[in-house]
């Protein structure tokens, strides 16, 4: 296992600490490392996504309102 070492306000120390009294911080620690790195790769993929979207908004026809009321219409029961 690796050692980080990281420099926090002594406030944010002594509210963590008070927080998460009589747990295993290194755990929480972790944890929310976990979460940041995944909430980080997933900002990433939805900014590649809308990417895709705005270089397919480029392409493609746009449809009159006409045109989706009419196939809206033919494909409701």
Known sequence: ???MNFSVPETVK??????FDKQ????IIV????EAIEAERQKARRAAL??????L???VQPVK???V??????VRP
């Open 1 to 3: 296992m690796a050692t």
């Open 69 to 74: 009321k009419a196939a809206r219409r033919a």
């Open 65 to 67: 309102p006409a045109e």
């Open 31 to 34: 944890r929310l490392m976990i």
């Open 57 to 59: 908004r480029g392409s």
């Open 14 to 19: 002594k509210a963590f600490n008070e927080t």
């Open 50 to 55: 809308i990417d895709r979207l705005l270089a």
């Open 24 to 27: 295993n911080k290194s755990a």
